[in-house]
């Protein structure tokens, strides 16, 4: 008898672990009943659904292509690039949307709660600039068997400068308890349409569940390469994005050809080090690298400096 009961434990374990939540806004009940990650238990904290989405936004000034791409991840699968074209700031940009779903577990979790963001803002170019918007943190408790939600301030996000190129986004977030889930949304603006964020898939805790979807135009040919982990899988596809046209209401919407890479983990290890390029390129971090193939459209200066815009922890 006690060997079943241990075995049905297990199992809701694992039925805990692996469940995606990605509607924000409502913990679930697995959510709720998680007290431990079955793979790191002495975990302070989890992180429960993480994901990073890159569009691009396009208005007037490209023709779609078509491809009869089969879909594979090598450079056989990817859209035809069509006619070169001058990539212009002007008509081309880019939107992260970014979700994190984290829960404490433990006192010692809560400092896992905060929010660092790094951006670039070139103090001399008001043209090379990611820009927030729709930001949103809530703070989801239980008491007496009922959820109760907050909402986090501005007085507790603040922004400072490190040096002419970058910017630091700090979110703190006061009186969390164990038990308590964080959900943190924002959506970032950039114009710098050749460089893509790394996407660093582990935290400094457990992360359940952590997506990393692209969705780029076929002018753009991008070099993505996915980490070597068991639970880590990736995929290509063809995808489409509408073109926007300027006070024109009877022109039906043209789309342009995309390639949607989409790279997912799971039940992935926390990594304590400090992140930085050598530990991504042998790979000891988990991370989604993004680099463009054709240097002739990078804006300048060439990016050096950090490798990713989101850190979360202490």
């Known amino acids: 008898m006690n060997r079943i009961m241990l075995l049905i434990v297990a199992l809701m374990m694992t039925i805990s672990s692996n469940a995606q939540n990605a509607k924000f806004g409502k913990p679930s009940n697995d959510e709720w009943n998680l007290t431990s990650v079955s793979y790191a238990p002495d975990a302070p904290a989890v992180i429960l659904y993480k994901s990073v989405d890159v569009n691009y936004k396009l208005s007037s000034g490209y023709n779609s292509h078509g491809s009869n791409s089969d879909g594979s991840i090598d450079d056989s699968g990817f859209a035809a690039t069509g006619t070169s ?54 703070v989801f408790s239980k008491v007496d068997g009922k959820v109760k939600k907050r909402k986090i301030t501005g007085k507790n996000i603040t922004d400072e400068r490190i040096d002419d190129y970058y910017c630091i986004r700090h979110v703190r977030i006061p009186d ?27 935290e400094s805790i457990p992360v359940l569940y952590s997506k990393c979807r692209l969705n780029i135009p076929h002018f753009l040919q991008f070099n993505v390469n996915k980490p070597e982990y068991p639970f880590i899988t990736a995929s290509v596809a063809l995808g489409e994005i509408q073109i926007g046209e300027i006070n024109n209401d009877f ?47 990078d804006v300048k200066p060439e990016i050096t400096g950090f490798v990713r815009h989101l850190i979360i922890g202490k």
């Open 251 to 297: 022109q039906i919407p043209r789309k342009c050809v995309s390639n949607v890479f989409t790279i997912e983990g799971r039940e992935l290890p926390a990594f304590n080090g400090v992140i930085d390029l050598d530990k991504i390129k042998s790979g000891e971090v988990y991370t989604v690298r993004t680099d463009i193939m054709d240097k002739r459209y």
């Open 176 to 202: 969390v308890k164990v038990g308590d889930i964080i959900e943190y949304q924002y959506k970032l603006f950039s114009n710098r349409i050749t460089y893509i964020y790394y996407t660093q898939l582990q």
């Open 85 to 138: 074209k001058n990539v212009d700031p002007e008509t081309t940009s880019m939107i992260y949307d970014v979700k994190v779903r984290t829960k404490v577990l433990k006192e010692s979790g809560t400092e896992y709660t905060t929010m660092d963001i790094i951006t670039l803002n070139d103090k001399n170019d008001m043209n090379i600039h990611d820009e927030f918007y729709e930001m949103s943190i809530v």
